[in-house]
C-alpha cells in the first residue's frame, strides 16, 4: 500500500522568507501526486499536482513542487511566504485508479 | 460554480447516540467521497462511491457506520452508535477527472 511521509509537522518562518515544505513517499511506479492547503475550519482546496510532464509544477498561491523519482520526493517551495499562508498542508499520492493516501500534514506558521 | 456543501457544521452528541451527515457533490460529478480526519492527522478514505455504487468501502467500519448514495448525487453518511474515538471532521468531496474538490466538513464531538 501506499505510503506517505511528512518530515515536518510544523514549520515556523517569518514572513517574506522562503519555505519548503518536505513530502516522501513509498513507491515511484505510476504516482500522481498532490499538495492540498486547508485553512482554519475549512475543507481542502488543491494548490498543485503532478500527474505527468515536467517535474517542476507550479501551483496556485506562488507554490511550486518538484518531482523527484529517484528520491521519491515532491516537497513543495515558496521563495516568500506571506501572513495568509499559515495553514496545513497535505501532501497526497494516489497510484493509478486507486484510492488517495494523505500524510500527516505539516503546519505552516508565518511569523511577521 | 457551486462547491461541495456539507451539513451540518458541527455537531456534539454524546457516545452510543446516532448521528447522519448529509453531503451534495458538485453537480455532474459521478464519484463522491467520503474522509474522516483525526485531529493531527491526514485524511483518511471511509468510502468511494461512482455514481450510487461503493468502489472502495475496505476501511469503513461497517459495524457502526454506513453510508447511502441514492440516485448518485448527494449522499448521507452515519454512525450508530457513536464511539469516543470517532470524533474527527468528516470530509465529503466529490471528483470529475483526477481533482477532489472538498467540502467545508463536519466536525463532530463524542462526549
Known amino acids: 500500500a501506499q505510503s506517505v511521509t511528512q518530515l515536518d509537522s510544523q514549520v515556523p518562518v517569518f514572513e517574506e522568507a522562503p519555505v519548503e515544505l518536505r513530502c516522501n513517499y513509498s513507491?515511484?511506479?505510476?504516482?500522481?501526486l498532490f499538495w492540498y492547503v486547508q485553512y482554519p475550519n475549512q475543507g481542502l482546496q488543491l494548490l498543485l499536482k503532478?500527474?505527468?510532464?515536467?517535474?517542476l509544477v507550479k501551483g496556485i498561491n506562488g507554490f511550486e513542487a518538484e518531482f523527484n523519482k529517484s528520491q521519491t520526493s515532491f516537497h513543495l517551495r515558496k521563495p516568500s511566504v506571506h501572513i495568509s499562508d499559515t495553514a496545513e498542508y497535505f501532501c497526497?499520492?494516489?497510484?493509478?485508479?486507486?484510492?488517495?493516501?494523505f500524510g500527516q500534514g505539516t503546519r505552516l506558521t508565518i511569523n511577521p | 460554480e457551486a462547491g461541495v456543501a456539507q451539513s451540518p457544521r458541527y455537531k456534539i452528541i454524546e457516545k452510543r447516540q446516532s448521528v447522519a451527515f448529509w453531503c451534495n457533490p458538485i453537480?455532474?460529478?459521478?464519484?463522491l467521497y467520503w474522509y474522516q480526519q483525526i485531529l493531527g492527522q491526514g485524511p483518511k478514505l471511509l468510502i468511494q462511491f461512482q455514481n450510487n455504487g461503493v468502489v472502495d468501502d475496505s476501511q469503513l467500519p461497517k459495524d457502526r457506520f454506513s453510508a447511502e448514495r441514492l440516485k448518485g448525487v448527494d449522499s448521507t453518511l452515519k454512525i450508530q452508535p457513536a464511539k469516543l474515538e470517532d470524533s474527527a471532521v468528516y470530509l465529503c468531496?466529490?471528483?470529475?477527472?483526477?481533482?477532489?474538490?472538498f467540502g467545508p466538513g463536519t466536525r463532530l464531538t463524542v462526549t
Open positions: 453537480s455532474g460529478h459521478a464519484t
Open positions: 497526497a499520492v494516489r497510484k493509478g485508479a486507486q484510492k488517495l493516501v
Open positions: 503532478y500527474l505527468s510532464g515536467s517535474t
Open positions: 468531496a466529490s471528483s470529475f477527472y483526477q481533482e477532489q474538490y
Open positions: 513507491s515511484s511506479v505510476s504516482v500522481y
